[in-house]
């Protein structure tokens, strides 16, 4: 029983800590662009993504599309089952970090400290708590994953890779992985690299090194390949340059998008925190922030160094910053996408960290115990104070949804509603501030699905303007969450 409870211990812990960091907040209800995945007979949609797009955004995420109708049609529009599956994928990245670095050799409390970080990262609650974002935490499991199986393979024998039974597993996740969202494509793109370092590293001018590569790298260059041949035909071109938020640019959005998403994998407080402070100008706020992320990441530094993880932790950290792209070419980024990198950063520092807490001088242990206190303390903080957000999000989302479906049942037949957002001055940052009908966006639909008036046009703006009455359309503002008549 000991022996069992040992093996069995951190993971049961891992998996507990993300369910009670989570739990109370698993009925976040559905906001923003969580509307574009909402269907009115979600029974035929389960199977129905694998050979169509979403026609409200364009993405080609099948698995997701599954779940969510799957979710949907078992419980309707609670979320609670979906926010409950998406916890024990959180648990499960934190679980896969713990055994894939004690795979590798390192101590208990390396991999426990890596693992620990990963499930209270703040910067991780957008990918936990959000409605539309099982593809991030599905596509990120699995490509990690595939990775450090990868890895491990390596490891064992540079030689028999392809005799090697994990070496299909791998290639099992990296399918899953791109199946889940686009962004899963740097995972496939890793695994070649690495198996290129394993084959002909030092033997560039050897063609059997070469050949070996070739063979390799061939089943996962097949399955990538594949994945991009079915995404065109069902989503067609989609990616180009251009200076819309989601075009690709390449210029100096790149390493700001980089340096962004890094940022906020490593800060132990709450981006959103961060964000409000220095627009407001809170430099109190703003300087602790920045101070507790210098010592963190000073703790990161010391502890590669002064243990010699040099190698380690040049892989952590390149297979981290390879871990924005492709989306760091985007020219706008969202937090979300961090989560790819986060496993590594995580990974990066428990090492860097468990490695100084075996030190012999209890005075550094005991130094380095109370910043990872603290930075635990901060990141728990920083989740609880952004699944708030997010839960009152979706409270205020319901309200006005109820509120605009009571208006669209009185309009006139065919008539025109319009719902014009007002300017404010408060700072807004991702979905966490949000604005009137901006929690509603991407609600038209459902407006006229709830109201049962598909002869309704409903348009919602993205741009907030004065209110201002428009011929022929009745056009409402908000207040609060209420809808107010501007004409």
């Known amino acids: 029983m000991p022996a069992l409870v040992k093996q069995t211990g951190p993971y049961f812990l891992l998996f507990l800590l993300a369910a009670g960091l989570y739990l109370f907040w698993w009925d976040v209800a559905w906001f923003w662009d969580d509307f574009q995945m909402v269907w009115s007979d979600p029974e035929g949609k389960i199977l129905y993504w694998f050979a169509y797009k979403n026609p409200q955004n364009g993405f080609y995420r099948p698995i997701q599309g599954a779940m969510l109708a799957l979710s949907q049609a078992w419980y309707g529009g609670d979320n609670r089952f979906l926010h409950a599956v998406q916890f024990l994928l959180h648990g499960a990245m934190g679980s896969v970090i713990f055994w894939g670095l004690r795979r590798f050799g390192f101590s208990l409390t390396q991999a426990l400290v890596a693992g620990i970080l990963m499930v209270v990262s703040q910067g991780a609650t957008l990918a936990v708590l959000s409605n539309d974002t099982f593809s991030q935490l599905l596509g990120t499991l699995t490509g990690v994953s595939a990775v450090l199986l990868i890895g491990l393979v390596l490891k064992d024998s540079r030689f028999r890779v392809l005799t090697h039974p994990m070496i299909w597993v791998a290639l099992f996740l990296v399918g899953v992985s791109l199946l889940s969202k686009e962004s899963s494509a740097i995972f496939p793109a890793i695994v070649v690299a690495m198996l290129w370092l394993g084959a002909v590293w030092g033997n560039l001018k050897a063609p059997s090194a070469w050949t070996r590569f070739l063979f390799q790298a061939l089943p996962f260059v097949a399955v990538t390949l594949l994945y991009l041949v079915v995404r065109q035909s069902v989503v067609g071109a989609d990616a180009s340059l251009g200076e819309s938020k989601y075009n690709f640019a390449l210029g100096m959005n790149i390493p700001k998008n980089v340096l962004l998403l890094l940022a906020s994998g490593l800060m132990p407080a709450s981006t959103v925190t961060a964000f409000l402070a220095a627009k407001t100008r809170d430099f109190v706020v703003l300087g602790g922030i920045g101070l507790l992320t210098a010592v963190w990441c000073g703790v990161l530094v010391w502890g590669i160094v002064h243990r010699r993880y040099w190698r380690w932790g040049a892989i952590f950290g390149g297979v981290a ?136 046009t409903v348009e919602i703006p993205r741009k907030a303007l004065v209110p201002k009455a428009i011929d022929g359309a009745h056009v409402f503002t908000v207040l609060g969450t209420k809808l107010v008549p501007v004409n």
Request: with cysteine.
């Open 321 to 456: 910053l390879l871990g924005t792209f492709p989306m760091a070419l985007l020219n706008h980024v969202s937090e979300l996408y961090v989560y790819n990198s986060l496993p590594f950063l995580c990974a990066l520092s428990g090492i860097a960290v468990g490695g100084l807490l075996a030190e012999r001088s209890g005075a550094v242990r005991w130094v380095v115990g109370a910043v990872l206190g603290v930075v635990v303390l901060a990141n728990v903080l920083g989740v609880e104070g952004k699944a708030q957000r997010m839960h009152n999000n979706g409270v205020e989302a319901a309200a006005l949804l109820n509120s605009a479906v009571r208006e669209a049942e009185e309009l006139p037949e065919n008539a025109r509603m319009v719902l014009q957002n007002p300017p404010t001055d408060r700072p807004l940052y991702s979905i966490f501030e949000m604005n009137g009908f901006e929690l509603i966006q991407y609600a038209d639909d459902e407006i006229k699905r709830l109201a049962h008036r598909p002869d309704l």
